[in-house]
């Protein structure tokens, strides 16, 4: 291997499963396991560097997606991909070991999206978007967050007022993942009559957006930059009553939602992880320095047991989250320590692997500066690692200390 310049081994996985976890996959997770892998190793992370340095969508890998069959999370029927918790989790590792700016676009579009709709939506409404968004004919958007309101989202301020058939929009959100480009951007908002959160589907049309629906892509990233969030005015938007979400009747069915999605972030956590580790071990392995490899040192050892020691455990985590996700008994609260625990032992394992491969380490082509920069949005997004930690704390004291209240 040389070490002034792109390798192509180096990224690939070296199967690191300390533990034997994937002894317990069943046919169906090996399957799309399997198919994952094999398209990040070939296809994903020869070109990813690229499209990130170029803060450009990967339209190419984008298109795979559906060809693989894994759009759709767990949805059944509609077209949709049908996969098991456990399979999904494992469909989200494997990307995000590739490219988290790639797993995000599909997290957006189909953990957001494609699940509100299919957990909020009508027979009717799932008929007429599910099967599109499944086939990526249609792209989704989630479209929660907004400029004065991120951790406490429940505090939104856009509204939807009702005018005869159709609900008129207006407000501002920020951080929308495909908010620029969706064709079904499901929008949460505060109904004027109720004071409750509902959902409403804005539908791009083949005239673009509706009148007053403004999106702007947020520029200058230094994460997940092959993926673009929006910073999206509404003004005045018009949206038929037949968009509004049938059974989004309050923010707890958003946060239903979410709770899904929080599980697959400790996956996405993982999955950057493994990616590092290996990269770091292959790296250490051929890197001479004082006439031997770096591995033959004592410190280099430690460092790497005590990386694959973390990463064994975040394995641990993720099965057993897919486990209960599988019978239907993930809760968010353990959800959330699952988030919290590997995102957080993700961000300290990525930057030893970045530090045990000197200075090649911050090169791109490399891929681990790119996780230690990607890990830093997955940290962030859909609660935060302290959020998260006031969700368990509040769990186990019965104290809420976002309000320091008891519930
Ligand atoms: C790349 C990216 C993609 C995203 N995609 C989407 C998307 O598709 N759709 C969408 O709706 N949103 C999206 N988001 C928004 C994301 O969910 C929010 O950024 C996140 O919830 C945090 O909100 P914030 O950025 O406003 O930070 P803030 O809420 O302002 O938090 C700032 C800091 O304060 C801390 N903090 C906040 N409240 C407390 C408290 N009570 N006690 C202690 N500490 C506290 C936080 O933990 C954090 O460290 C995305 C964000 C990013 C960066």
């Not at 907004?146 to 951080?175: F, M, N, Q």
Request: with cysteine; hydrophobic share 40%.
């Amino acid at each position: 291997m040389t070490t002034t310049s792109a390798t192509p081994q180096l990224g690939e996985s070296l199967g690191t499963d300390f533990f034997s976890v994937r002894e317990q996959f069943t046919d169906e997770q090996w399957t799309r396991f399997r198919t994952a892998r094999r398209f990040v190793d070939q296809e994903v992370l020869p070109t990813a560097p690229g499209y990130w340095e170029r803060a450009e969508l990967p339209w190419p890998l984008i298109n795979r997606l559906p060809e693989l069959g894994i759009v759709g999370e767990d949805i059944e029927g509609y077209g949709c991909s049908a996969m098991s918790p456990t399979a999904c989790g494992l469909v989200h590792m494997e990307l995000h070991r590739g490219d988290g700016s790639l797993g995000t676009f599909l997290g957006v579009h189909a953990g957001l999206g494609m699940q509100s709709i299919a957990m909020c939506g009508s027979e009717e409404q799932k008929q007429r978007w599910l099967p599109d968004m499944a086939a990526l004919r249609k792209l989704g958007a989630f479209a929660l967050t907004e400029p004065d309101h991120g951790s406490d989202s429940i505090a939104l301020e856009t509204t939807a007022r009702r005018d005869g058939d159709h609900w008129v929009i207006d407000g501002h959100k920020r951080w929308i993942g495909n908010g620029s480009l969706a064709d079904v951007v499901v929008v949460w908002a505060r109904n004027t009559e109720t004071g409750e959160i509902n959902g409403f589907v804005v539908e791009k049309g083949e005239d673009g957006y509706p009148a007053g629906y403004e999106p702007t892509v947020i520029e200058h990233k230094g994460s997940l930059r092959a993926v673009w969030q929006a910073d999206i005015r509404l003004d005045g938007v018009r949206v038929p009553d037949d968009n509004r979400l049938a059974r989004a009747r309050s923010f707890a069915d958003t946060a239903r939602v979410l709770a899904t999605t929080r599980g697959a972030c400790a996956w996405m956590a993982l999955g950057h992880a493994t990616g590092a580790y290996d990269a770091a071990l292959r790296y250490a392995t051929e890197r001479i320095q004082f006439g031997k490899p770096l591995t033959s040192f004592q410190i280099v050892q430690q460092r790497l047991v005590t990386m694959l020691a973390e990463l064994t455990g975040m394995q641990l985590y993720c099965m057993q989250i897919g486990r209960l996700a599988d019978a239907g008994r993930l809760s968010p609260t353990v959800a959330g320590l699952a988030k919290m625990n590997n995102t957080t032992k993700a961000r300290a394992l990525i930057a030893e692997a970045r530090d045990l491969m000197g200075g090649n380490g911050i090169l791109l082509d490399n891929h681990v500066m790119r996780h230690m920069a990607d890990i830093e949005a997955i940290h962030t997004f859909e609660g935060t690692e302290t959020m998260q930690t006031l969700i368990v704390g509040r769990d186990i004291t019965g104290i809420s200390a976002f309000s320091g209240t008891s519930r």
